[in-house]
C-alpha cells in the first residue's frame, strides 16, 4: 500500500497544476501499479467494458506526463457511465485544446448517444457554453445580466451576447464599469440584457494571435427581433476587432480594450500602422474620420466638425503608410486608439457625442446580415434586415432598396 501511495505523491508533484484531478488520482493511488506491457495490454482490453480499467489506464498516462493518453482513457471511462471520469476528462480537454473543441467534443458524443448531457454538472455546462431554459437552472440569477438604458438617451441600442459562463461575468463588470466612467457614462449608449447563445452554434475562435471570428449566422434570430443597432460578442479568445456593427471581445475583455473598439463603431480608426487592406479601405480623402486628418483635409474636417483650427494639435501618425498617405491625429498625446490603455482625450469624448448625435450615419448591425443573407440567397430575410437598416435612417440601406 506504501508504495500505492507514493505513486499518488509522484503523481500529484508532477501534475500539481491540473488541481481538479486531485481526489481523483488519490482515489486511484491503491490501483495495481505494475507498468509491464502484458499488464498494460490486459488493461486495455479490460477498459474496453470496464471504466475502473480505463481509470487506471489514465492514472498510469498522467504518471508517465502523456496528457493525451490520459484523455483519451478519460473519456473511455466517461462513456463507460462514470460521470466523475467525464468531469476530470473535461476539464483536461479544455487544458490541452481549449473551452471550444472541448464543448464539441462534448455536443458530438451527446448527439451519438455516447454521452448525456445530465451527466456533466450545471457548472461545467455554463463554462462550457451549453445553456438550459432559466426555470431549469439552479441561480438563474448569476446568469442574467440586466440592460442599461443612458439617462442621456439612446442614440444606439447595442445587444450583448455571451457564449460561455467567463463571459457572462466579464460583460456583468464591463456593463457595471461603464455606468460608473465619468466620461462613457455620458454618452447616449444603451445596452439590451445579454442574450446567451451556445458556444458549438457562435463557434467563436480561440487563437490568441488572431482576430476572434465566429459564425454570426447563429445571430440571425436574435438581430431579425431585437430592437437593437450593434452587437458586442464576448466569447473566444485572441484579438478584439470592429467590422460590420459587431464588437467583438474576448471573454477577458477590459474596459479599456471594449472603450477601444466602441470608438470604433464610431469611425474612429487606429493611430498605428494599419494593415494595407485596411488602410485601403479607411484612408481616402472623401471619408472624414473624427480622430485623423489627411493631407489636404484640414479645413473641410474643421468644417464637417464645427471645430476652430486652435483646437487641433496635428501630429503625424502611422496610420496609413501602407498605401503611401500622410496621416494626423488631432492631439499631440498618446491616447487609447494608439494604445487603448492610455487616457482619452477630452476632445475625442466632445467628437463621440456628436457622432451620436447622427446615429444614422453608423452602420447598423442589420446592413451586414442583410449582405449575409444575399449571400445565401435569401432575398426575403435580405429584405427584413434592409428595411430594418433603413428604418434606422441608414443610406445605403435606403439606396439598395430604391434600386
Request: glycine content about 4%; charged content about 15%; hydrophobic content about 45%.
Amino acid at each position: 500500500m506504501m508504495a500505492s501511495f507514493n505513486l499518488a505523491k509522484l503523481i500529484l508533484s508532477k501534475k500539481s497544476q491540473f488541481t481538479g484531478f486531485f481526489v481523483f488520482l488519490l482515489l486511484l493511488g491503491c490501483q495495481p501499479t505494475d507498468n509491464s506491457s502484458s499488464n498494460d495490454n490486459h488493461l486495455m482490453q479490460q477498459a474496453q467494458t470496464d471504466a475502473s480499467a480505463a481509470n487506471t489506464l489514465a492514472a498510469k498516462r498522467l504518471a508517465s506526463n502523456e496528457l493525451v493518453a490520459a484523455l483519451k482513457w478519460l473519456q473511455q471511462a466517461a462513456r463507460l457511465g462514470d460521470v466523475a471520469a467525464l468531469a476530470h476528462a473535461l476539464q483536461l480537454q479544455q487544458r490541452l485544446e481549449g473551452k471550444l473543441a472541448t464543448a464539441h467534443w462534448l455536443a458530438q458524443s451527446v448527439a451519438t448517444k455516447q454521452l448525456k448531457l445530465s451527466s456533466v454538472s450545471e457548472l461545467q455546462q455554463q463554462q462550457l457554453g451549453f445553456w438550459s431554459e432559466p426555470s431549469v437552472v439552479t441561480n438563474p440569477s448569476v446568469l442574467t445580466v440586466a440592460g442599461y438604458t443612458s439617462p442621456n438617451g439612446c442614440a444606439v441600442t447595442i445587444q450583448p451576447v455571451a457564449t460561455q459562463l467567463a463571459g457572462v461575468q466579464q460583460w456583468r463588470l464591463l456593463q457595471q464599469q461603464w455606468q460608473q466612467h465619468p466620461q462613457l457614462s455620458q454618452l447616449a449608449v444603451c445596452y439590451s440584457a445579454l442574450k446567451h447563445v451556445n458556444s458549438t452554434e457562435l463557434n467563436c475562435s480561440e487563437q490568441v494571435a488572431t482576430r476572434i471570428s465566429c459564425q454570426y449566422q447563429a445571430l440571425e434570430p436574435l438581430v431579425a427581433k431585437a430592437d437593437i443597432s450593434q452587437v458586442v460578442i464576448i466569447a473566444g479568445r485572441g484579438k478584439a476587432s470592429y467590422n460590420n456593427g459587431i464588437i467583438q471581445l474576448p471573454d477577458n475583455a477590459s474596459l479599456a480594450l471594449f472603450q477601444h473598439e466602441f470608438f470604433h463603431l464610431l469611425g474612429f480608426i487606429d493611430e498605428y500602422k494599419l494593415a494595407v487592406s485596411s488602410a485601403e479601405q479607411v484612408c481616402h480623402a472623401e471619408l472624414i474620420h473624427p480622430n485623423i486628418v489627411l493631407n489636404n483635409q484640414v479645413e473641410y474636417y474643421l468644417q464637417h466638425w464645427q471645430l476652430k483650427g486652435s483646437e487641433l494639435e496635428l501630429t503625424a501618425v502611422e496610420s496609413c503608410n501602407a498605401v503611401g498617405i500622410q496621416a494626423y491625429r488631432i492631439v499631440a498625446a498618446i491616447n487609447p486608439m494608439q494604445f487603448y490603455e492610455a487616457k482619452m482625450p477630452a476632445v475625442y469624448l466632445q467628437l463621440a457625442r456628436k457622432v451620436l448625435q447622427q446615429p444614422e450615419q453608423i452602420m447598423p448591425v442589420q446592413y451586414y446580415f442583410a449582405y449575409l443573407a444575399r449571400q445565401q440567397q435569401d432575398w426575403p430575410l435580405w429584405q427584413q434586415f434592409m428595411q430594418q437598416a433603413s428604418k434606422r435612417g441608414y443610406a445605403d440601406a435606403q439606396q439598395a432598396l430604391s434600386l
